[in-house]
C-alpha cells in the first residue's frame, strides 16, 4: 500500500497520542471487537494477549483483522494481516524477506504502555503472566482518518462500494442486561461511545459508533462502511468499555448476534443498525462471563 499516512501528522497523531486499539477478527460467530494497549512501528501494530484468548485462536486460522484507534472526534480506521509472535517458541520471529528484533519491539511496547504493565503485574495472581500472553504484529495493508462520520483521507485499496439499503433499518432485539454487574450495565448509557464490530468486503471492520437504543440500537459511519464494502446485513458485535492502569479496573462489554443496517438518507453520513443480540459477554479483570441473551 501507499505509504503516505506515515508522513501524515493527523495520523500520526491519534496513533501516537491514544492508548487503545480495538481489534475486530473473524470469529465463528462473526466479528469478535475487544480493546488492547499497543504500540505501532512503522507499518505495523503490536498488542499483547492471552494465548488462549479468542484473538489469538481466531488469528491461528484468519489472519485478516479491523482495528480503529480514537482520538477525540479523529479515528484512524485499519485493515491489514496478524501473526502470533511467541517468545517461548520463537514463532512469527522470522517472516518472509525480514526478521523481526523482539527485544526492541518488545521494550518499546513496555515503555509507551508502563502504566497499563505495571497496573497488570501488580494484580495478576501468579508469576506466570509473560508466559501466558503472545504478542500480536498487524501488517497495515489499508487506513483510512475519518473526522467525526466523516472519512477525510484513505490509502490502500479499499472497496469503495455502496451495498448500504436506505431507510430506517428493522426493529432489533433489545438485549436484557439484569444478569451483568451494575458497573458494566453502566457502560450502555444512551448515547455512550461503542466500536462496532462489522463484516465487509474489506474483512473484518471496528467502527466508530454511538449506542441509542431510543433511536434503533446503534448508529456509526456510512461513509466508512461504504469505503469498506459493509453490506447491510451482517453478524455484528457491539464492545463498550472502560480501561484504567489496574487490571482489576478494567471492565467491558461485548454483544454479539445478527445486524440490520441502513444508510440515512441518500447520501447521509451516518448508518443506523438494529441489533438482535443473541449473546453477552463481560468482564471485570481477569473474570469473564458468558450468557446468551434473555437467559440471565
Avoid at 462473526?30 to 499497543?38: D, E, L
Avoid at 514463532?91 to 518499546?108: I, Q, Y
Avoid at 436506505?166 to 432485539?173: A, L, Q, V, Y
Wanted: hydrophobic share 40%.
Amino acid at each position: 500500500m501507499s505509504d503516505g499516512w506515515r508522513s501524515d501528522r493527523r495520523v500520526a497523531e491519534v496513533l501516537d497520542e491514544a492508548e487503545v486499539l480495538s481489534v475486530a477478527v473473524a470469529a465463528r460467530r462473526g466479528p469478535h471487537v475487544t480493546p488492547a494497549v499497543f504500540d505501532h512501528d512503522g507499518g505495523r501494530l503490536w498488542f499483547v494477549t492471552p494465548r488462549r484468548s479468542v484473538k489469538a485462536r481466531v488469528i491461528d486460522r484468519h489472519r485478516r483483522v479491523g482495528g480503529l484507534v480514537q482520538l477525540g472526534q479523529r479515528a484512524v480506521l485499519i485493515g491489514g494481516r496478524a501473526r502470533i509472535v511467541d517468545p517461548l517458541t520463537a514463532r512469527g520471529v522470522f517472516s518472509p524477506g525480514r526478521l523481526l528484533d523482539l527485544p526492541l519491539a518488545a521494550a518499546g511496547y513496555v515503555s509507551r504502555n508502563h502504566r497499563h504493565a505495571t497496573g497488570t503485574i501488580r494484580d495478576h495472581e501468579t508469576p506466570t503472566l509473560a508466559l501466558s500472553r503472545v504478542l500480536v504484529s498487524i501488517d497495515i495493508r489499508r487506513l483510512a482518518l475519518l473526522d467525526g462520520w466523516d472519512v477525510v483521507d484513505s490509502w490502500g485499496r479499499w472497496p469503495s462500494t455502496d451495498l448500504l439499503l436506505r431507510g430506517e433499518p428493522p426493529t432489533g432485539t433489545a438485549p436484557d442486561l439484569t444478569a451483568l454487574p451494575p458497573g458494566v450495565r453502566s457502560l450502555l448509557a444512551d448515547d455512550a461511545p461503542v466500536v462496532l464490530g462489522w463484516q465487509s468486503l474489506a474483512g473484518p471492520l471496528a467502527l466508530p459508533a454511538r449506542w441509542r437504543p431510543a433511536s434503533g440500537g446503534v448508529e456509526t459511519s456510512g461513509a466508512a462502511m461504504v469505503l469498506a464494502g459493509g453490506a447491510s446485513g451482517s453478524p455484528a458485535s457491539m464492545c463498550a468499555e472502560r480501561s484504567r492502569y489496574r487490571l482489576k479496573s478494567k471492565q467491558g462489554l461485548l454483544l454479539t448476534g445478527d445486524g440490520h443496517a441502513r444508510l440515512l438518507g441518500s447520501n447521509g453520513p451516518t448508518a443506523r443498525i438494529a441489533l438482535d443480540v443473541r449473546r453477552l459477554t463481560w468482564w471485570k479483570g481477569e473474570e469473564r462471563q458468558s450468557v446468551d441473551a434473555g437467559c440471565p
